[in-house]
């Protein structure tokens, strides 16, 4: 008598998108294209489109931006039993050559504004048979050759569905292996109250791509409430505000640098956001004034963790039992921090020696993540990538409160090792924008002959503004420790960013490999 007596009902993506075309057939799904143009079909029109295609599938690849296309291009490739990679089209070209051969692509769905780049690869890219532009009518020509009389392929739910290679900063990129399983749980943790609260009245417009963990997990959280979905292949700030208005979007989720922009477009114009009422912000640390900025509009903001080894959502933010009690300024600090695990994940610190750290909200340590939809093992591995009991290093580091949030302090890589003790870059950076007149901030860690590592700040001014030297270290020095303050702060133009839209720290460090601290150059005056 061990097996109970309920029915089996493996956890498959596809039938994600079966309930969406039963139960929310005519929701719509919305298409900004490059060019302009709008195009909506529905969750009925994309399942049936998803099953002809899977007629004629095998390792599918796809390089594009957010559209309907895309979309069923996932179901279809999976419905078939197949395996879908989602292509990364800011990597290098040597990353772009290396993955699809690593991955052995056999059919590469594009669209045309990457065209150029396609005809530049099809020598390096050995396994690719066939090529079908999504938005030139070849698409649409290779879907009319198969009908939707299809059924999805039955198999395993611990089967795999999709393969995302993270930037690597270092080496060749490392491919994370997505299954039909951890999938679909992210999908069901996803659309809860804490994490990304969507419902059949939701109206989701993803400001991050389809090839970025999976625009976050929204297309697979999508049918499973059966929401609107808006998606746009290009995220201009007019464009985006433009959507919001237009579609009534009522959820939207982003990088900070997706909402920087955002902010001060809407400054600049005066615009009002329409019916956004939700927003999710992570990638990188979301800056408290970001957050203050979106709850004075009434914006409710969920402040997220994760990678694309953990599927990519960790945690997420959200207002705690005792939230009406607490202080404007508890409540902005609440939400600067990381946020909650939701149910099936888990965190935890620990030190070099990986003996667990205490929860105290003071001490820092590696972060480490465990549960179904984080990574086991990369695709073509021998070496696990979690250790024995499944504990994934995330090369964060950070610190859990009492109160169960999770706090970034660093990259483990990026932390400025100051006279053996560490200095959070993430934190001078968001405390310098709490600068009025400050756009973005970068802190590095320069070479220094007594303290090992001293602070370089790096500023971008918004547009207009003189704010000064003086006024940053003012404000610095109300909120972080005295040996915290930089050694130097710079005014920049512009900040680079890698492929997913994050400050380069790597780039950073390479521009400023000889810089000379006026700290350092004091020491040798001193001799
Ligand atoms: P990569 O940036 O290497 O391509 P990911 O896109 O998967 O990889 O980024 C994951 C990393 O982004 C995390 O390990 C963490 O350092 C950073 N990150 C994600 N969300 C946040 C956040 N809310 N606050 C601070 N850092 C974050």
Not at 153 to 174: F, H, W
Request: aromatic share 8%; net charge negative; charged share 25%.
């Amino acid at each position: 008598m061990k097996l109970g007596a309920m029915q089996d009902w493996p956890l498959r993506v596809t039938s994600l998108v079966d309930h969406a075309e039963q139960e929310h057939g005519a929701r719509e799904i919305v298409s900004a294209w490059g060019d302009g143009s709008i195009t909506r079909t529905n969750w009925r029109a994309a399942a049936a489109q998803a099953r002809r295609m899977a007629k004629g599938l095998d390792r599918v690849a796809t390089l594009a931006m957010n559209h309907a296309h895309h979309l069923t291009s996932w179901y279809g490739a999976i419905g078939m039993g197949g395996v879908l990679h989602t292509i990364n089209p800011r990597l290098f070209a040597d990353q772009l050559a290396y993955i699809a051969n690593h991955a052995e692509d056999r059919v590469l769905f594009y669209d045309k504004a990457f065209a150029q780049l396609v005809e530049q690869l099809k020598p390096e890219w050995k396994t690719i048979e066939h090529y079908v532009c999504f938005d030139n009518g070849e698409f649409a020509e290779w879907l009319s050759a198969e009908d939707d009389d299809y059924r999805w392929v039955e198999a395993d739910e611990r089967d795999s569905i999709g393969l995302c290679y993270t930037s690597g900063t270092t080496g060749n990129p490392k491919g994370v292996l997505y299954e039909h399983r951890s999938t679909m749980l992210h999908a069901l943790m996803e659309v809860t109250p804490d994490v990304f609260d969507l419902s059949a009245r939701a109206v989701v417009l993803p400001i991050v791509p389809m090839f970025h963990a999976n625009a976050w997990g929204v297309p697979w959280a999508a049918p499973l409430v059966g929401c609107k979905l808006v998606l746009s292949a290009d995220y201009r700030p007019q464009q985006m505000c433009d959507l919001f208005h237009s579609e009534g979007v009522t959820h939207s989720a982003g990088v900070p640098t997706i909402w920087l922009g955002m902010i001060d477009y809407i400054e600049q114009t005066g615009i009002d956001l329409g019916s956004l009422g939700n927003v999710t912000i992570g990638g990188s640390a979301a800056p408290r004034a970001m957050i203050d900025w979106f709850r004075k509009r009434g914006v409710k903001v969920g402040h997220a963790w994760g990678m694309t080894e953990t599927s990519p959502i960790g945690t997420c933010g959200a207002p705690p039992a005792g939230w009406d009690e607490m202080t404007d300024g508890e409540q902005l600090d609440y939400i600067a921090r990381q946020g909650r695990v939701p149910f099936g994940m888990q965190l935890r610190i620990v030190d070099d020696e990986g003996q667990e750290l205490p929860r105290d909200g003071m001490t820092s340590g590696r972060l480490q993540a465990r549960g179904p939809w984080v990574v086991k093992r990369y695709f073509k591995e021998a070496s696990e990538a979690a250790n024995a009991d499944n504990w994934f290093d995330t090369g964060d580091v950070a610190a859990l409160h009492p109160d169960g949030t999770m706090q970034i302090t660093d990259r483990a890589k990026d932390v400025i090792k100051s006279g053996g003790e560490w200095i959070s870059s993430i934190e001078l950076e968001n405390c310098a924008v709490g600068v009025p007149g400050v756009a973005e901030a970068a802190a590095i860690g320069i070479a220094h002959p007594k303290w090992d590592e001293r602070p370089l700040l790096l500023v971008v001014r918004s547009a207009g503004s003189d704010v000064s030297e003086q006024a940053i270290r003012d404000h610095l020095s109300c909120h972080i420790a005295k040996w915290w303050q930089p050694d130097a702060i710079e005014f920049v133009d512009d900040l680079p960013h890698t492929a997913t839209g994050k400050l380069s720290k790597k780039t950073l460090r390479e521009q400023f490999k000889d810089y000379r601290l006026p700290t350092a150059v004091d020491m040798v005056g001193r001799g």
